[in-house]
């Protein structure tokens, strides 16, 4: 454990060991592994440290000079650094930062601008979209009538004539786009103009591709999307969160779903940490991770695609790669498993048709945000294409101990890219 680490949990350390040893024991192993997982990164110090404030003490149900409790004259101040810093970043009207989380972020929209029983569009799950675009099993999908478009088979990217026809057909209150399994960049302009055929209201979720669009790697769905819905944890790199930003038309009715709508006090900790990472995110140092997010993509997409691996839409534009294995003989649930085992961390995942179930998909969802941080670039992602060929060899062929000294030689090369709260 490092000196700095260690001084942090200090307390921790002597209140209660067990919880201490377990965060330690994960900070080993967020250290010693490749994370490739799409929708996870690093925060910086900076905002881990935010995240530890006492700020965690305070309730201040309502918004800044109108809240229900008192005591609020700090924390008015930092709910709106943090929305002023969103607006500035995003280049949007209005910003609420208090959603605890992307689906809640998600349902306040529904309350918003929809009554249960009306028809919601969104990418449906298998294709890319999410859970709270209106698939089956989320309260979304049991609430509202929902309709799906997906993908092209032959491209593997989004069918416009398919979400027009649909559109005209179904005319949805609300049209989702964006989601959890996109390699390829978001159309905002395409959906925007559909949305205003038919009198929907566009709701854009840049959840995974928040940092990119932030650092200008990828297009803005301002002046497209009326509603955009984000994380704040993912390429953003900030704390477990989320903001919803609009127009201003469309500001009051999405406050109002927020608090009282659908949550209590905010987590005025997390704002103070999604304030930090905004102030990160608007410097000249993250636009250089976001463009090298995507180099990185790129690079470790072309150093697969020459071991033979399958990749849906055959490439990808932005932090993120669907690989098929279907053609590498193996499920995406063991391959995932034994990639793990190998020390390479990513996760199962459906591809667009899925012969397979959701448990038991033929796909691996891989992004490049985590290693990015820790300042892997280009040059490292032909080792990696290779760690993952060579792991799921091993695992096609029952070989555990090739798997173990993959992970050895991983735990070596993660050694040289320390991580922020951990590590020497
Ligand atoms: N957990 C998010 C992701 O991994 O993309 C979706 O909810």
Not at 8 to 22: K, N, P, S, V
Not at 150 to 176: C, H, M, Q, S, W
Not at 296 to 324: C, P, Q, W, Y
């Amino acid at each position: 454990m490092s000196d700095t680490y260690a001084s942090l949990t200090r307390r921790l350390a002597e209140a209660d060991g067990e919880i201490a040893r377990l965060v330690d024991e994960e900070g080993r192993r967020q250290h010693d592994k490749i994370r490739l997982i799409a929708s996870e990164n690093y925060v910086s110090q900076a905002v881990m440290e935010a995240t530890g404030t006492l700020l965690t003490n305070k309730y201040s149900e309502g918004y800044a000079g109108k809240r229900y409790y008192e005591g609020q004259q700090i924390i008015d101040q930092i709910e709106e650094l943090a929305a002023a810093r969103a607006r500035e970043l995003f280049g949007v009207d209005h910003a609420n930062v208090q959603p605890y989380s992307g689906s809640p972020a998600n349902l306040a929209v529904y309350l918003a601008f929809a009554s249960p029983g009306d028809t919601v569009m969104g990418m449906s799950l298998p294709m890319g979209g999410h859970l709270t675009h209106g698939w089956s099993v989320s309260a979304t999908g049991k609430w509202f009538n929902t309709v799906h478009y997906g993908v092209r088979k032959d491209t593997g990217r989004v069918d416009f004539d398919e979400v027009a026809e649909l559109a005209r057909k179904e005319r949805p209150k609300l049209i989702f786009c964006g989601g959890t399994a996109i390699p390829r960049t978001v159309d905002f302009a395409a959906f925007a103009e559909i949305a205003r055929e038919v009198d929907a209201i566009l709701v854009a979720d840049i959840a995974h591709i928040a940092g990119l669009v932030a650092g200008g790697a990828h297009p803005s769905p301002v002046g497209h999307a009326e509603v955009i819905s984000t994380t704040t944890h993912k390429t953003l790199r900030g704390p477990r969160g989320a903001m919803l930003m609009s127009t201003a038309e469309r500001a009051k009715a999405l406050d109002k779903a927020v608090f009282p709508g659908l949550q209590g006090g905010p987590h005025n900790h997390t704002t103070a940490a999604i304030a930090v990472a905004l102030h990160e995110a608007a410097t000249p140092d993250f636009s250089t991770y976001a463009a090298q997010i995507v180099t990185n993509a790129k690079s470790l997409a072309a150093a697969m695609i020459e071991r033979g691996f399958d990749l849906v839409s055959g490439g990808t534009d932005n932090h993120l790669i669907l690989a098929d294995l279907t053609s590498k003989d193996i499920g995406g649930k063991p391959a995932a498993k034994a990639l793990d085992r190998a020390g390479i961390e990513l996760n199962f995942n459906t591809v667009p048709f899925d012969p397979r179930k959701p448990f038991d998909p033929s796909g691996l969802r891989i992004g490049t945000a985590a290693v990015t941080t820790r300042g892997m670039t280009e040059t490292d992602m032909p080792a990696i294409a290779a760690w993952m060929d060579a792991a799921i060899t091993a695992a096609r062929e029952g070989r555990e101990d090739a798997l173990d000294a993959i992970a050895g030689e991983i735990r070596d090369f993660c050694a040289k890219y320390p991580i922020p709260g951990w590590g020497a």
